[in-house]
């Protein structure tokens, strides 16, 4: 591969130090809570890492895991409990929850100011609208490592595949923010390839194994691979390996946008901390 790496294990290892230099002068420890339900590999693995994230910096975490035969009452009543805690700064429900659970309502119900994934709607309006919001980790992420590796973001377009609340509009947002030109493209856009070609930074979040090809990228532009797409062989991300010969960056898959996701969740739950306890 020709094209400059966007090493996620270098930039979440820096966001980490930074994290612990940061949390280390707080008057206190951010606590973050997960609910995880059900026993899925994914979300306990996603769950541990960031466990691990979360003491690796100082920031003391704890999770409720709830059987898979949990009700929706029991599952929000354990949300509530959290939000009714003062020293709990940040609430992380792991997605996804298990067949018969709503995950909306769940989601709604979490204090605005503790919700670390940024899906409240409180929050993604705030985003939306400029004002400081909790946003998702996995958007924040990307933005973490254009920012390392000095990639301009303003004025450039950038081409975000996938609209999903989690990934795709609030990566949006965040490039909007930071004066990039977006257009958002998804599983109706027309012509495709020719879309992804004019970005400067394509951003791809489609969850389908190597949509993005060499063919659809400019040379030079950097791509960034959301997607994770479980194989017989392994993980895939959404782009070809071939890309790597004509992009002029790429994420690493695996060892890229995941490791960020990470990171940013607890550099969230730092924020969301110190925010909310400056407030009480
Ligand atoms: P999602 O909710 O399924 O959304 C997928 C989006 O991609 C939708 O907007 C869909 O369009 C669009 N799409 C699907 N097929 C397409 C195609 N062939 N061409 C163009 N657009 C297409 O998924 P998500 O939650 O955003 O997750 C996306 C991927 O990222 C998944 O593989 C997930 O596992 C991964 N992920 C990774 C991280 C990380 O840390 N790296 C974090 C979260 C998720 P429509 O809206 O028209 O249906």
């Known amino acids: 591969m020709t094209a400059i790496r966007l090493d996620g294990k270098v930039v979440s ?12 002068t707080l008057p206190f420890a951010p606590k973050l809570v997960f609910v995880r339900v059900g026993e899925d590999p994914a979300s306990a693995y996603y769950v541990r890492s960031k466990e691990r994230m979360a003491k690796r910096v100082g920031v003391v975490s704890e999770t409720h895991v709830l059987p898979d035969t ?6 929000e009543a354990v949300v509530r409990g959290l939000n009714d805690d003062d020293e709990v700064d940040g609430i992380l ?48 992420g990307l933005l973490a490592l254009l920012d390392h590796y000095g990639v301009e973001i303003e004025g450039r377009h950038v081409v975000i595949v996938g609209r999903s609340n989690l990934v795709g509009r609030p ?8 004066n990039a030109t977006v257009t958002m493209a998804h599983s109706r856009t027309r012509d495709l390839a020719a879309v992804t070609r004019q970005g400067d930074i394509v951003v791809a979040a489609a969850g389908r194994a190597r949509v993005i ?6 040379p030079g532009a950097a791509v960034l691979d959301v997607g994770m797409t479980r194989e017989a062989d392994g993980i895939a991300g959404d782009v070809d390996p071939a890309v790597g010969e004509v992009a002029g960056y790429l994420t690493p898959m695996p060892g890229g946008t995941g490791l960020m996701t990470v990171a940013m969740v607890i550099d969230t739950t730092v924020e969301a901390a110190v925010r909310r306890r400056a407030r009480r």
């Open 93 to 140: 429900v792991q997605l996804p929850l298990p067949e018969g659970l709503d995950p909306q309502p769940v989601l709604d119900l979490i204090d605005p100011d503790k919700d670390v994934d940024g899906l409240h709607p409180v929050n993604v309006g705030r985003l939306w609208t400029g004002r400081p919001a909790l946003a998702p980790a996995t958007p924040r």
């Open 13 to 24: 290892a820096a966001v980490a130090e930074r994290l612990r230099e940061r949390v280390a």
């Open 171 to 178: 990566a949006a947002a965040l490039f909007q923010h930071r």
């Open 70 to 75: 949990a009700s929706q009452a029991e599952v």
């Open 213 to 218: 090809t060499a063919d659809m990228v400019a």
